[in-house]
Nanobody, 117 residues
Framework: QVQLVESGGGLVQPGGSLRLSCEAS????????MGWYRQAPGKQRELVAR???????HYADSVKGRFTVSRDNAKNTVYLQMNSLKPEDTAVYYC???????????WGQGTQVTVSS
């Protein structure tokens, strides 16, 4: 049974930083893509950042230059370093790990990030 466990969310002031982590257990093979999505109240879930097994990275325009996604394959873990946080970054952040064509996909339980003074 595959399980993704997220950590690192919380309350931070505008301009602050947070680092999210997501560790997968129960996976027996390498993972093509690891990434982070977020969903704010009343909005659709959106892709924030993604990193592939060949180190190709994709970022939403709204986070480029502020967020950095990385992965540790040996630990089946993906990270999201979030700097210069803005109130509009407030959302529940979900970890995702999937195959190249979504032939498999796993989600974390979500972690709340709140940016407020």
């Amino acid at each position: 049974q595959v399980q993704l466990v997220e950590s690192g969310g919380g309350l931070v002031q505008p301009g602050g930083s947070l680092r999210l982590s997501c560790e997968a257990s129960g996976l027996l093979s390498s993972i093509y893509a690891m990434g982070w999505y977020r969903q704010a109240p009343g909005k659709q879930r959106e892709l924030v950042a993604r990193i592939t097994s060949v180190d190709t990275r994709h970022y939403a325009d709204s986070v480029k230059g502020r967020f950095t996604v990385s992965r540790d394959n040996a630990k089946n873990t993906v990270y999201l370093q979030m700097n210069s946080l803005k109130p509009e970054d407030t959302a529940v952040y979900y970890c995702n790990m999937r195959g190249a064509n979504w032939e498999y996909a796993y989600w974390g339980q979500g972690t709340q990030v709140t940016v407020s003074s």
